[in-house]
C-alpha cells in the first residue's frame, strides 16, 4: 500500500485548490547515464524533489533519498488480476511491471491546508527501452480496465488493496509522452472506496508518477508539484 493510501484512509482531507494536469513542458534533454542503462541510485536522488522546490509543501521520502529500494514489488504487480489490467494497477501503486535501475518514492503534502493539497510523486529510472515499454503497457492496458477490479493474488503483499472503474483522462504534452487515468482504490475487507487520478509522465528513461487521493471529492494533483519536478528532469 502507498503511503497516501494510508493517509487517505486514516486522515480526514480537506480542500483542493491545486490544477488538474494539463499541458505545459515539451520533450527536452533525455534523462538516461552515458552507457544507456538507466541511472544510478545516487544520480536519480539528485533529481527528486526537495521542500525548495515547492514552497509550502513538506517532502518526505518513503524510498530512495537513503530510505531502502526494494524490487519486491514487480512480484506483486505481475500477479495482479485480471492480467491484461497489470500495468494500470502498477501504475496506480507509483510502479510498472519493468524491472529499474533505481527509484525515488516521496510523499508531498501542504503545508497549511493539511492534506488538502498533496501527492505521492515516484522517480524511477530504466532502460531506454523498459522506458518506452512502460508507457505502451500502461496505454494498451487502459482502454481494458473500465469494468475491472484489480487486485493482487491471495499470495502477494496487498492483496487486500485494489482498485477499479480505470478512466483515461485528459492527454497532455508533458515529457517526451505522458498518460494520465482516474481510478477507485478499495480494500476487499470493506473499507472505504476512495478516488484516484494518476499521472505517469516519461522523461528520456525516466518515467515520473503522480498520484493523489482525496475520499471527500475529486483528487488534483496540485500543478506546481507537477511542474516543479518536471523542471528537474528537464
Do not use: W
Not at 494497477?89 to 511491471?97: F, I
Not at 487486485?151 to 482498485?163: T, W
Amino acid at each position: 500500500m502507498t503511503v497516501l493510501s494510508v493517509l487517505a484512509l486514516t486522515s480526514a482531507c480537506g480542500r483542493d485548490s491545486g490544477e488538474a494536469a494539463g499541458s505545459s513542458e515539451g520533450s527536452g534533454s533525455s534523462r538516461t547515464s552515458a552507457d544507456g542503462t538507466g541511472l544510478a541510485q545516487k544520480e536519480l536522488d539528485g533529481l527528486a524533489l526537495t521542500a525548495r522546490d515547492v514552497d509550502g509543501y513538506t517532502v518526505n521520502a518513503v524510498t530512495g533519498q537513503g530510505e531502502p529500494v526494494t524490487h519486491d514489488d514487480l512480484a506483486t504487480y505481475r500477479a495482479v488480476t485480471p492480467a491484461p489490467c497489470r500495468a494500470v494497477y502498477a501504475a496506480a501503486q507509483l510502479g510498472s511491471l519493468q524491472d529499474f535501475t533505481a527509484r525515488v518514492s516521496q510523499d508531498i503534502v501542504s503545508t497549511s491546508d493539511d492534506l488538502g493539497q498533496h501527492a505521492s510523486v515516484s522517480l524511477t529510472s530504466y532502460a531506454p527501452a523498459h522506458a518506452r515499454t512502460v508507457m505502451t503497457e500502461l496505454r494498451a492496458a487502459l482502454p481494458k480496465c473500465a469494468t475491472a477490479e484489480m487486485r493482487p493474488s491471495a499470495a502477494n503483499p496487498g492483496a487486500g488493496l485494489g482498485y477499479s472503474d480505470a478512466r483515461p483522462g485528459p492527454g497532455s504534452d508533458y515529457g517526451d509522452e505522458a498518460l494520465a487515468f482516474d481510478a477507485t482504490q478499495f480494500v476487499s475487507s470493506g473499507g472505504p472506496s476512495i478516488p484516484v487520478t494518476v499521472l505517469v509522465v516519461r522523461k528520456g528513461s525516466t518515467i515520473a508518477t503522480f498520484t493523489s487521493l482525496n475520499p471527500f471529492q475529486p483528487p488534483i494533483i496540485p500543478v506546481d508539484i507537477i511542474e516543479a519536478q518536471l523542471k528537474k528532469l528537464a
